[in-house]
Antibody, heavy 120, light 108 residues
Framework: EVQLVESGGGLVQPGGSLRLSCATS????????MSWVRQAPGKGLEWVANIKKDGSEKYYVDSVKGRFTISRDNAKNSLYLQMKSLRAEDTAVYYC?????????????WGQGTLVTVSS | SYVLTQPPSVSVAPGQTASIACGGNNIGRKSVHWYQQKPGQAPVLVIYYDNNRPSGIPERFSGSKSGNTATLTISRVEAGDEADYYC???????????FGTGTKVTVL
């Protein structure tokens, strides 16, 4: 069974940092593109970043470029999102999601999400 | 940046058909996917590559495209179909994933 489990969310002050993790199981992480998607309270879905199978390509939504870094450790079956210079508008539930093809197409599996709250 | 526009809400009586539109420039040339999200839960893929259903998704869910609009159709709507629905695609020009604005389906 495919499982994605996010962790690392919490309350952080504006300007602070946080590192999210996504532990995966039930499939070979190294054969899939992976993404982070967020959802602000009461709002729609917003794609944040994705990373190629071997980590050689990374793409980001403009609003997080230079502040967020996506990475992966295939040996540890884990995906990460390092977030710096956090702003109130980064407050959201963050999901990790798997792309089932060897190129970005869509997401066939999602984690349950972890809540990040940026507030003083 | 590429934009996908959906109606904020659609209301439908049980047993009737709900149609959710997703508009985008030249969407006919792109592959469109659809997700269902119920309150407090992660999204679930219901349609991929315009009109394909993942295993476990009822045949009542179908997708289509015409011109600059993709459409998710839910036939014989049930109370359990009440949820938010999002269209989605990968925009190769910008190398960005794009989600639609989302549509709340209410079963009357």
């Amino acid at each position: 069974e495919v499982q994605l489990v996010e962790s690392g969310g919490g309350l952080v002050q504006p300007g602070g940092s946080l590192r999210l993790s996504c532990a995966t199981s039930g499939f070979t992480l190294s054969t899939y593109w992976m993404s982070w998607v967020r959802q602000a309270p009461g709002k729609g879905l917003e794609w944040v970043a994705n990373i190629k199978k071997d980590g050689s390509e990374k793409y980001y939504v403009d609003s997080v470029k230079g502040r967020f870094t996506i990475s992966r450790d295939n040996a540890k079956n884990s995906l990460y999102l390092q977030m710096k210079s956090l702003r109130a508008e980064d407050t959201a539930v963050y999901y990790c999601a798997r792309d089932p093809y060897d190129r970005p197409e869509y997401f066939d599996s999602w984690g349950q999400g972890t809540l990040v709250t940026v507030s003083s | 940046s590429y934009v996908l526009t959906q109606p904020p809400s659609v209301s439908v009586a049980p047993g009737q058909t709900a149609s959710i539109a997703c508009g985008g420039n030249n969407i006919g040339r792109k592959s469109v996917h659809w997700y269902q999200q119920k309150p407090g839960q992660a999204p679930v893929l219901v349609i991929y590559y315009d009109n394909n259903r993942p295993s476990g998704i009822p045949e009542r869910f179908s997708g289509s495209k015409s011109g600059n609009t993709a459409t998710l159709t839910i036939s014989r709507v049930e109370a359990g179909d009440e949820a938010d629905y999002y269209c989605h695609l990968w925009d190769r020009n910008s190398a960005h994933y794009v989600f639609g604005t989302g549509t709340k389906v209410t079963v009357l």
